[in-house]
């Protein structure tokens, strides 16, 4: 079930499970080349034939042959009531977005090839193309073709500027970021194995990294900030927590994470103010051991959080990199802390 650093995880979409060649996917090469660079068929049924209507569209008056496309895509519109939105920026084509709410959920993309175009593009292979990439969750729904383009759905969105693509968060990696059928297999694992090692439940602050902990050198005290993860949570997993966060958060190094002399002079002192006296040698292997595996939780736990917030945060921190990091140190110290045994 580990997913070793040196075996990441695949999560691309192109990323094909069944290995069967696939006829379709030619992609315009010859024969051989296909073969000897392996073309493998996607895990899905097989694809509906698009169809294709009979319909010419004016490239200097588009309106009309796009109404006549609509009554067939979407008949309960009512014609009177669509609305549409010339895009400009095509230099190849000529683009018109269709619909009848204001939000455009439901829109359907009108393009019109350009004037002799097939000389220098192979349109049924960009068809097949189409298909391909939508079977792979890469492209938006090929609704149609006709005589001199093809309809398609609209893809909400931004599209990008110069200014847009030198952002890091938007040319940071993902193929690192597990699959969901992988993290479900992940999570199912931490509850099982987690919930049998007996770590008491008590109340934790759930995010201590070094800026939630306040020292007053004056007096000698130490106080923590900002409680709105804090809640009921097992005690080992506070811990473990807060020995991940010694990596830090803007340059995370877990080079910084405490090595085990440090971890067990930190837990003798914590058992001691616990208890009231000095812990047993055993204690502090048995909480040793607790922590470090627990700390697989807190890795898994920011590894979600921060995939939420790469897709609603405004806050400018790569998030996605974040993530990353997160899942490939859980899976990097997943073995070592496996080998890990439990004090009777």
């Known amino acids: 079930m580990a997913v070793p650093p040196s075996a990441p995880v695949p999560c691309s979409p192109f990323y094909l499970r069944r290995q069967a060649l696939c006829p379709q996917c030619s992609w315009g ?25 009979g319909v010419t569209v004016d490239q200097d008056d588009i309106l009309p ?13 009512k014609p009177e009531q669509v609305r549409t939105k010339r895009f400009k920026d095509g230099i190849t084509n000529k683009l018109v977005a269709c619909y009848v709410e204001e939000d ?14 097939e000389l220098l593009v192979d349109r049924e292979n960009e068809v097949r193309n ?20 093809l309809c ?17 968060k938007l040319f940071s990696l993902s193929a690192d970021v597990p699959k969901v ?28 990294l070094c800026k ?22 097992y005690q080992a997993f506070d811990i473990g927590n807060h020995f991940n966060e010694f990596a830090g958060v803007n340059e995370v190094d877990y080079c910084r994470y405490p090595d085990r002399e440090i971890q067990l002079q930190w837990l003798r002192y914590y058992l001691e103010a616990q208890k009231g006296t000095a812990p047993t040698p055993r204690e502090v292997e048995r909480l040793y051991a607790q922590v470090n595996k627990f700390a697989l939780a807190s890795h898994f736990f920011w590894g979600l959080w921060a995939l939420i917030q790469n897709q609603y945060s405004t806050i400018s921190f790569d998030f996605l990199r974040y993530a990353v990091i997160r899942f490939s140190q859980y899976f990097k110290v997943k073995p070592q802390v496996l080998a890990l045994e439990m004090p009777k």
């Open 104 to 117: 455009m959920r439901d829109c359907v993309l009108v393009r019109v090839y350009g004037e002799r175009t």
């Open 130 to 149: 189409f298909q391909l990439l939508r079977a792979h969750g890469c492209a938006p729904k090929l609704y149609c073709t006709f005589q001199n383009g």
């Open 181 to 208: 059928e992988v993290l479900g297999q992940e999570l199912a694992w931490l509850k099982e194995h987690l919930s049998q090692l007996e770590s008491p439940v008590v109340f934790c602050h759930n995010d201590l």
């Open 29 to 53: 090469m010859e024969e051989k080349a296909a073969a000897s660079v392996g073309c493998w068929e996607p895990p899905e049924p097989p694809r509906a034939a698009v169809p294709c209507f």
């Open 152 to 168: 398609y759905e609209y893809m909400q969105g931004v599209a990008l500027g110069p200014q847009h693509i030198r952002e890091p």
């Open 65 to 77: 042959g796009a109404l006549r496309l609509i009554r067939e895509l979407r008949p309960h519109w």
């Open 212 to 233: 939630n902990i306040i020292y007053d050198s004056t007096k000698g005290h130490v106080r923590f900030i900002d409680y709105e993860y804090a809640g009921y949570n």
